[in-house]
């Protein structure tokens, strides 16, 4: 059984603070008995504990006891949270940049942290600099930043932490840039950054040798992309997951990239050869209005999946006419249509698919919300006539 963060939370505190809870309920016998039973754990098992809570409520358990005094300081992940923090208590902005720098200056200079995560909004770049040099001097493997609505300046020495096994960066934005070493990263997740230059981004991803999971979503440039020289991006060798959507710089990521990986999403190609993509079990493909003048790449990349198991393509436009017999894998299940209109190039596509995969047995299909029910049984009706390779195929309308 799965339960939310929230509910762990009050569970956790509850058991951690029974005076607030069971007094009102049981006898004081066995309140204390509950609070023996929690403060005999060994100290390790405690920390862990409460390395599931916020760092405000990590703070709060040194009151508890002379017993849980120390133990918060032993915590190895640290969650800062401005609005959490501020919204509970009615506390200050400023009292939060105080409890940041007092939870931090509390560690032992050999204290690891394992986790820091912190989200706000209006941190100055001196202090974040101060909190992340701290990090990097204590061993920090997972760094995850969000800057909330703001594009907050971000150090570049942060691509310099080499102990980084996990970097999640949101709202952020670096005015400069110096070398990466990031030789453990394995997990890079980017969302709302800018970067001075195209290449920039490219260096930061050639500079992680070991990265597997890869998200990439709204990546600009401060400088005008069409005044750059081509971005130089190489072969992520270790990549298992890539999602980049919506990357503006350059001339986005060239497909080559990721030619590694198991699972893609992509919203549009810059290469001119595809390479093969030996490992590739699943597609997402998400065009948007124009790009449609790009389904020669779609299919030259289709043909360039020998495993492909699952195609998902989201916003179909005007499909070419192009011989196309070849171009599905024989190993693909699945294939899903988003905002299908039925119109004759998705309707042609979907034939296609049901014509040529002898292994389908699932083409889901996602109609527009505006189309009639009548037009949907319409569209049913036309591709259950068709000739199917798989003899299991099942159309769903969803």
Known sequence: MMFSVTFFRSFLLNMLFPQVLWSRVWSRQITVAMDDMISNLPDDVLCHILSFLPIEDVFATSFVS???????????????????????????????????????????????????????????????????KTAADRKV???????????????????????????????????????????????????????????????????????????????????DPSSESETKFTTLPKLVRADAFTVWIGFGIPVRTFCNVEFLRIDRFCDVDIPIFPNLIRLDLIFEVGVYSKWESVLDMLNHCPQLQILVLENQYAWPNTHVRECFSSQLRRCILKKFSGMKSQMRFAELVMQNSTLLHTMKIFSNPFLSHEKILEMKKELDSCTWSSISCEILFM
């Open 141 to 223: 493997e997972n760094l995850q930043i969000n800057c909330l609505a703001f594009c907050q300046d971000l150090p570049c020495s942060i691509f310099s932490i080499t102990t980084l096994v996990v970097l999640q960066l949101k709202c952020v934005a670096f005015k400069g840039f110096f070398s990466v070493e990031l030789p453990l990263l394995k997990t890079l997740h980017l969302d709302h950054v800018t970067f001075l230059k195209s290449q920039h981004f490219a260096d930061l991803l050639n500079g992680c040798p070991l990265l597997e999971n890869l998200e990439a979503k709204i990546i600009s440039s401060a400088y």
């Open 66 to 132: 002379k017993r849980w005094r120390p133990l918060w300081l032993s915590v190895t992940n640290l969650d800062f949270d401005q609005d959490r923090f501020t919204r509970s208590g009615n506390r200050s902005f400023s009292s939060f940049i105080k409890f940041v720098e007092a939870s931090i200056l509390r560690l032992g200079i050999h204290q690891p942290i394992k986790t820091f995560r912190l989200k706000c909004s209006t941190c100055s770049v001196s202090h974040v600099k101060t909190w992340l």
